[in-house]
Structure formats: C-alpha cells, structure tokens
C-alpha cells in the first residue's frame, strides 16, 4: 500500500515537472518565432515592401517615422560582390550629387509653360507605386518579356512620361548609369505637389527599377472613379492605407481637370436609371452638363474592374482620378533650395527647413544647348483638347487640398468616389477636418506621400539602373 502511494506521488511529481518543462519550452518558441518575425520583417523591408505607422495627432512623430522608415542593408551585397547600400537621405550625395538639383530645375521649368505637369506626375507615381510598388514598371513599353502597363485601361489617360525621359537623358549626360528612373519619378512627383500648393515631404532615395511591367495587376487593381465607399476603402487598404489614409490621399484631387468621360455617367443615365446621380448639387449638375455638352450621355461598357461599381454601367475604362490636364493651382512661394546633405526638419507649410542652398546644375531654358535635345518646344506646345472641369472651377484658390474636400461637403465632388467619401460616418468626419484645417491635411498628406513613395520599393540586385525610363536596361 506504502509503495503504491509513493509511485503515485512519484508519478504526480514528474508529471508537474514534464508541465513547467512543456511551459518553458513554450515560451522559448514564442520567443523565437518573435525575433524570426522582426528578422522577416527587416529582410522584406529592404527589398520590396517598407511599411510604417505613425501618431498622426503628434507632428513630432515625423521625425522618428521618417527616421525609421529604412533599415540598413550593410553586408548585402551586389552581384559583383561589393556591399549595397539602402534606401537613404540624398542616396546620390556621392555618385550624382547634382541629381536632385537637377529633377527639381527641370520640374519647375516645365511648368511654367505647362500647368499640367504637376497633376500629370502625381497621378504617374501614384499608378506606379499602387502597382507592386514604386519601380517605375509604369515607365516601360512593350518589349519581349514585358505586357506594358501604359496600354492598361485606368492607364491610358497618363500624361507625364515625356517629362520624366527628358529628366532621365539630362541625367544620363551628367551621370550615366546612376539615378533610376523610379527615384526621378518620385522626386519629380514630389516636386509636382509642391508647385501645385501642396506641401513639401522628405524622401529617401535609392530605389531600383524593375524588369517587369505588370498590365493585368493595373487593370484589375487600380481603384475605379466609380467605385463605392467599400470598394475604395477595400483598394487602399490592400496597399496598406487605413481610412485617414485614404481620405488624405484622394485630397491628391485638388489639382487638374476631370475629363467629361470620367463622370459623364452621374449626368444623365446614372446606375441605368435614366436620371441623373441624386447626389449631385442641381446647380453643379447644370455646370458640369454645360461643360460636357458634346459628349454623347452614354458611354461604352466598362472594363474590369469597374463592371461591378454601382454607377459604371456608363462609365468608360478609367482610372480612379482622371485628372490629366491643365491645373490653375498657384504656385507657392518655394524656392527649391534646401541642403541635400542632411534630412530636413519637415515644414507642413509646404516648404523644408534648410541651412545649404543646393543650386541646380541644370539650364532647362529653350535656348540651353541641353533643352534643345529633348524637343521641348514641341513638348510645351502639346494641349489637351478633351472637355472637362477643372477642380478648380469656381475660380477661388483655396489651397490645397482645401476646395476638394469644401466641394464634397456641397455635394459637388465630380467623380462618384468622391462624392461617396461623405456617404460614411467616418470617412465623413475626416473630410469635415481636411475642409477646416489645412495645416492638418497638409501635414497628414505629406505623411501619406511618404508612405505611397516607399511602398514595396526595390533595393540592391532586387532591381536595375534603366539607362532608359521605357526600356528595360
């Protein structure tokens, strides 16, 4: 009887024994498994995707998020067995210290003559960078290997290109093989917003082109003008944009003219009723009919993915903004010098803090021996003839961003999607902050701008130099 009692008291005491061993070993692999996550973690953030969150209600969160959005890649190395460096502040200091002058002299210079330019390249990079991230597959023709995006339904409207190959050869001259053509994108899109009234963002440079264009992914993925509340909220948070994030990104619709073809269905036939959209102001209803008279009020079915929008049945192929043409957004009193040799401080008035002036090397004037090889006569002399309605049709410059989300509150957002950013309670609330606050969509715009610029970006041998934007190196 004694020896049975011992050997269950035996038994009992190595079973709790096997349970605390069970529990340690439980909490090592847990352990693991958390540091193999933030290795995971750190490894895809250096090659195709960098991802952040941010305290939006504290400014003084930039500096930390905008510090902390690249990783160092010391000890990876090249092909050729040199290390590669990461993305960084002022990538190019060493090998192309004139580039950044040089994206930002020609910019400005274009736009002078060309007000569409701005509008033109915001819309470029967003299209690239929605599209398996910021590589510039936008850029690439078809070729053997390679199913242009540019031939992609919501695609065919960019404008955009001929500006960013005009950069790319200048720099070429100056640096051949160094700057990608997707760092030129994003610094010149960039430099667009700040031209148009937006504000001025910091941003990391040393992306790598692609070897692929991905046309299927952007006629199936980039987000529709006809799309609902869900159907929007549902792309940009494909991408890694929560609901702010979306409202602030689509404030990116306060420069440019909405050709008639993008919302020609909400005036006459709206979701096959026969009548127009109930959400539009009747006296914004009159005007935007009058600035598309000649457009026949029916339109040719679309293609995916907008068939499935409640209001597409007459809406054409498109992409999500239309915006393509002409901006009468002021420019804002910037001058684009800032020292390229230290992040700047950010200043959401549109404008960094600087202590160096970078001076570009750049003369973009037409009687510059260097303009004249990119034809930029016949650049600036190109117009847009389609009917349309700048976003800033009733005259007043409210600033950026501001107008947009004013006309939403008046029901008078030209595109379906936009309109249906005050169909949501949320959604709502944000756009009634954006229309009275301006310094706080600013500085969230800005933030979203650097969020869009680094997403799955390339890095190393994960990509290439293009010694040509629209063929592949």
Known sequence: MLTAIYELAMMRRVSFLVFLLCIVISFKNQNADTKKGLNITTTSTTSRSFSYEYAASDPSAFQVVAGALFLSDDGKLEEGGEPYRSMEYDFYRDSCPQAEGTIRAMVRYLHKSRSDVAPGL???????????????????DDAEGVDSEKKSPPNES???????????????????GVVSCADILALAAREGVVLAGGPFYPLYTGRKDSRLAFADIATLELPSPNADLSETLASFASRGFDLRETVTLLGAHSIGVIHCKF??????????????????DPDFLNLLRSKCRNISSTSPTPSPPYADSPSSSAAPSADFDGSV??????????????????????????????????????????????ASIFS????????????????????????????????LLQNRGVLYADQQLMAGEETGIWVRAYASDVSLFRRDFALAMMKLSNLRVLTGPMGQIRLNCSKGA
Do not use: M
């Open 122 to 140: 915001l819309r470029l990079v967003f299209h690239d960078c929605f599209i398996e991230g910021c590589d510039a597959s936008i850029l690439l």
């Open 158 to 176: 960019l404008k955009g290109y001929d500006v960013i190959n005009i950069i790319k050869e200048e720099l070429e001259e100056i640096c051949p």
């Open 263 to 280: 919302f020609n269905n909400r005036l006459h036939n709206f979701g096959r009723s026969n009548e127009p959209d109930p959400s539009l």
């Open 325 to 370: 043409s002409s901006s009468s957004a002021p420019s804002p009193n910037f001058d684009g010098s800032f020292s390229s040799s230290a992040a700047p401080s950010p200043n959401f008035n549109g404008s960094p803090k600087s202590t160096t002036a970078l001076s570009p090397a750049f003369d973009a004037s037409p009687s510059s021996p260097t």
């Open 376 to 407: 930029l006569e016949t650049l600036l002399a190109s117009t847009f003839d389609e009917p349309g309605i700048n976003v800033t049709y009733d005259g007043h410059q409210g600033g950026f961003g501001t107008v947009y989300y004013r006309s």
